[in-house]
């Protein structure tokens, strides 16, 4: 084989006249080899994830890879430029309409997309992060692709099913092993988490055997987790939290007062977060001040009761 990274326009639709196409990236290995999808920026609200996959390509090396790597540094385009979470046009969450439809609307159509890049895969990782109000840390874990969790090198891992339509539910039905990272997001620790969804990447090629050298151990005390709750809001308003980026990882007494909504015309306090589990494991976190929706990504807390060493 002849190592090369080639660049490829893939369209999807078009709109107003105007092309959209996906923008994939291929490094061809000197040496056969699995074939490793990667795809970033899925949510468009989380451009760590694609900022993530995008330092990949650029440090892989074709020349010591083996095998293949697929890498779409921005997987929903329109949502990225806009930094929403759902797709602008119509309104759609590309990661709970997988497989898509050709014949769907845009982001229908971008998921059916997504589905022809990842067929054939052996391994898969999605990169997602907080949105641009929330910092996370932590990557699911699958039967199928555990060894690659365990390399990738997060402190907790949660072992619980993919989203109904989510990338990952479709490529574990296809029988890809895959995983999801969550790191980062909300603006804080960014060259941090860049260097962990980089360096944690690395280090899931080692342990596949696709860059040679040994995979470095992972961290002591990585645990896995069955229960993750996103505690969401049922009310609109001003979230005063004192659980941020620094706190990540934290173990938590149950009970204990994590953040406030208020009214920002009354001050008036609309409801209190508090830590559900003892003690809970604090993975996703939001700065001292910021704007929640219902059903927002409030905070999250694994279950500490039950971690269990990966
Ligand atoms: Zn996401």
Known sequence: MTAAHTVEQVPVTTLAGHLLELTVHTLRGAAPGPRLVLFGGIHGD???????????VETIDTAELSGTIVAVPVANPYALQALTRNTPIDGVNLNRIFPGTRTGTVTEQVAAVLCEILS??????????????ATVDY?????????????FGCSVLYKGKPYPGSATGWALEQGIACMVSELGGGGQRIEEFLDRGIGG????????????????????????????TVLRPTVGGTMLSSYGAAQIGERIPKGTVLARIVSPFTSEELEVLTAPYEPSILVLGREPLTNVTPGDYGLMLADGSTAKPA
């Open 46 to 56: 989380e451009p760590m994830g694609s900022e993530t996959v995008r330092r990949i």
């Open 139 to 151: 990557a699911y874990i699958h039967d199928a692709g555990a060894e690659m969790s365990r390399a």
């Open 201 to 228: 990447t690395l280090n899931v090629l080692r342990a596949l055997g696709m860059l040679p050298g040994a995979p470095v151990p992972p961290p002591p005390g990585q645990v896995v987790v069955e229960t993750l």
């Open 120 to 133: 054939g895969a052996d391994h898969f990782i999605d990169f997602h992060s907080g949105g641009i109000l």
